[in-house]
């Protein structure tokens, strides 16, 4: 079985400040992660995905993500937070592409 | 080009009637997905088609769901005997379902907002 966990539901940073999104999962079999981004009344978008190349995924936006095996971690972080960073954040895991499971989603707030 | 679009944007409905939503997926993607996105909670599977194969339905929560993809482009989703517990947006996602491993990347529409009085 596979599940995904997003640790925080709302995360509030400074503008300029370091971003860490937390995701940790489960998976029997090597997985293919996902971040997924949705701005306010927008559709989801991909942000970027991990497929068993590099460890270190670079999305759009200068998010990237670490792949972290040991730790069942695929945690989202961004140098230098920007105001337009503002939106809603989910982590995604699949090994078949049948089915993804998707964690209950990370709110991001920036403070100007 | 033309992303993924969904029809209705919103519908209000009352308990125990039916409701169809619609998804168009991006011409040339022969995977979709359909998912449902509860208030507070993350995206909960619903169903997936690939190409002419047997839809994976898995993830519908009850016999009152069903959904039919057409011709491999269009797709519906049916709500049958709506309950309260049903509002929620539904999202629809396609991808090219090239490799079938989930490698690709998924395009998601802007979601059918529906609420159930």
């Known amino acids: 079985a596979q599940s995904v966990t997003q640790l925080g539901s709302h995360v509030s940073v400074s503008e300029g400040a370091l971003v860490l999104l937390r995701c940790n999962y489960s998976s029997s079999v090597p997985p293919y992660l996902f971040w997924y981004v949705q701005y306010p009344n927008q559709g989801l978008q991909l942000l970027l995905k991990y497929t068993s190349a590099a460890t270190l995924v670079k999305g759009i936006n200068g998010f990237e993500a670490e792949f972290k095996k040991s730790e069942t971690s695929f945690h989202l972080t961004k140098p230098s937070a920007h105001m337009s960073d503002a939106a809603e954040y989910f982590c995604a895991v699949t090994n078949t592409g049948n089915q993804f499971y998707f964690g209950t989603g990370t709110s991001l707030t920036v403070i100007p | 080009g033309a992303g993924v679009s969904q029809s209705p944007s919103n519908k209000v409905t009352e308990k125990g009637k039916d409701v169809e939503l619609r998804c168009d997926p991006i011409?040339?993607?022969?995977?979709l997905y359909w998912y449902r996105q509860s208030l507070g909670q993350g995206l909960e599977f619903l169903i997936y088609?690939?190409?002419?194969?047997?839809?994976?339905k898995s993830g519908l929560p009850s016999d009152r769901f069903s959904a039919e993809r057409t011709g491999g482009s269009v797709s519906t989703l049916t709500i049958q005997r709506t309950q309260q517990e049903d509002s929620a947006v539904y999202l629809c996602a396609s991808s090219f379902g090239i490799s079938g491993r989930g490698q690709e990347t998924q395009y998601f529409g802007p979601g059918t907002r529906l609420l159930v009085l």
């Open positions: 088609f690939q190409g002419n194969s047997a839809p994976d």
């Open positions: 011409s040339g993607h022969t995977a």
